[in-house]
């Protein structure tokens, strides 16, 4: 079962990188952030209250995922789009276990506390 999903929040970890062998093929490669969806209530004083915020663990799966590892950093704020999929696994004391997963379409940085942005090359496609 899975459902579209797009959400604001922001990352909590270092992202992780993994390669996956793929047959004769380019290896899949994943990027995996950890991030917080919170849900900002403003209050009477103006300030805001996180009201029914979580924490997912999204999944984005893109050749160009090691290179990404680095450009995402923690506490980086950003917008992700994709769908949440059920994801069913056990524990070490072999505790059947039910979380939620994002499988991001894409991820976008949003400005916050961004100091500067450079753009590279663009790439050379080989026809």
């Known amino acids: 079962m899975s459902t579209h999903f797009s959400g604001e929040g922001n990352i909590g970890s270092a992202p992780e990188y993994r390669e996956f062998a793929n047959g004769n093929d380019e290896p899949r490669r994943l990027l995996r952030l950890n991030v917080y969806f919170d849900n900002p209530v403003p209050k009477k004083d103006g300030t805001y209250e996180d009201r029914g915020g979580f924490w997912a663990p999204v999944e984005l799966w893109h050749r160009d995922a090691e290179r990404w590892q680095t450009l995402y950093q923690k506490g980086m704020r950003v917008l992700v ?12 004391e072999e505790n059947e276990r039910v979380t939620f997963k994002v499988e991001a379409r894409r991820v976008g940085i ?3 506390r961004v100091e500067a942005v450079t753009l590279g090359a663009k790439p050379v496609t080989e026809r």
Request: charged share 45%; no cysteine; aromatic share 14%.
């Open 81 to 92: 789009e994709g769908r949440t999929v059920r994801d069913e696994w056990e524990d070490a």
């Open 110 to 112: 949003l400005p916050y």
